[in-house]
């Protein structure tokens, strides 16, 4: 879909493999012990997982760079050096690789559980006592471990809203984007303030959930009135629609049936997408008598009230949309 693309830069390392060791044997007695370098161990190597709870690529944006552990070093007693921890990108199903510098497609990664390596760690080197030879049995040479490998990586995905947020204008849309996710736009005390799609991330313990933000709908939307209804199709694919509803005005439950009407112009099936009605800025008068009356005009569906700015009702708002949305996680 004509989505919203999440793109960062970021960079990778493998891990360089370990040097091995130049050792000689000390024993008691033995006066001139042969040679008992060890291995270094190999370099971790980078691994792309892909993980369905995540929805964005914000995680890869606090990090920016992912460093696999080098290979320890061989000792004496023909000791292995430590292999290098790898070190593991988690990304959404959808994100694609490319090389930032050539713009070469690396890998397209979708399914969920998926693991690709993106870069191998370098290989250990020998010790010593591998170079013992009838000439030389006492070799003061061990071999050097292979460098890593770094990589600068663009890593593209497209969003797909998982819950939309659909009402009037000033209902309190972007309000509640700003107080459950990370986004923060623009708020305002008139209509049509927002005027184009936004995203937020809401985060929950390793679950993910993205909220679109779009522009309010008002009666006559669908034949062209206020900004229309094009916005929509960017919550398409939501699991969930949230009908807001604002608790301070009179006729909540007249807003609902217009919100599904022009819904159901622009599609019936988003029309009949599960959703959770929200009444809003439950802190004005007469908004919890209105709420009652919401509650009971729709039996059937799950009514929740909030106030974003008294901060009531959000917990309880976020763990329905978590729920709700879990299904495809
Ligand atoms: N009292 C009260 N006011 C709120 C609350 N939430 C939002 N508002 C106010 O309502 C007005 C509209 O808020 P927005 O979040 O911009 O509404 P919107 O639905 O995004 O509006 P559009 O983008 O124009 O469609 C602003 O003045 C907000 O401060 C609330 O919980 N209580
Ligand atoms: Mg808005």
Redesign the pocket.
């Known amino acids: 879909m004509d989505g919203f693309v999440d793109e960062t830069t970021i960079v990778v390392a493998s891990g360089s493999g370990g040097d091995g060791a130049v050792s000689f044997r000390r024993e008691k007695y033995v006066p001139r012990g042969g040679p008992d370098g060890g291995d270094g161990g190999r370099g971790g190597d980078v691994v792309f997982s892909v993980r369905a709870n995540l929805r964005t690529l914000a995680y890869l944006k606090l990090r920016h760079r992912f460093l696999a552990e080098d290979g320890g070093g061989g000792s004496g007693q023909r000791k292995h050096g430590r292999d290098g921890r790898d070190v593991e990108v988690a990304v959404p199903p959808g994100t694609v690789l490319h090389d930032a510098s050539t713009g070469g497609l690396i890998a397209d990664l979708s399914r969920d559980g998926e693991r690709f390596v993106c870069l191998r760690g370098g290989r250990g080197g020998k010790g010593n006592w591998h170079f013992r030879t009838p000439v030389n049995q006492a070799p003061r040479f061990a071999q050097k471990g292979v460098p890593g490998e770094t990589r600068e990586l663009r890593v593209e995905m497209q969003v797909i809203a998982d819950a939309g947020l659909v ?1 009037k ?7 509640l984007l700003s107080v459950l996710t990370n986004a923060r736009p623009k ?8 005027r184009s799609p936004h995203l937020g991330l809401l985060r929950r313990g390793d679950r993910d959930v993205v909220l679109a ?1 779009i ?2 709908i008002i009666e006559g939307a669908a034949s062209g009135r206020g900004l229309g209804l094009r916005f929509l199709r960017h919550v398409e694919r939501c699991t969930v629609l949230l009908y ?1 509803v604002d608790l ?1 005005d009179e006729g909540a439950a007249d807003t609902v049936r217009v919100l599904e009407t022009e819904l159901a112009a622009f599609s019936a099936e988003l029309a009949a997408r599960p959703r959770l009605i929200v009444g ?5 008068e007469g908004a919890p008598a209105r709420l009652a009356g919401l509650i009971e005009a729709f039996s059937g569906d799950r009514v929740l009230g ?5 901060h009531e009702g959000l917990d309880e708002l976020a763990r329905a949309v978590i729920a709700i949305t879990g299904g495809q996680a």
């Not at 708020?187 to 927002?194: C, E, G, H, I, Q």
């Not at 809003?280 to 004005?284: E, N, Q």
């Not at 909030?306 to 008294?310: D, E, G, L, N, T």
Request: hydrophobic share 30%; aromatic share 6%; proline share 10%.
């Open positions: 009402g204008p000033n209902a309190g849309k972007s309000t708020v305002a005390d008139y209509p049509f303030t927002t933000d522009p309010g807001l301070g809003t800025k439950l802190d004005r909030i106030s974003a700015i008294a």
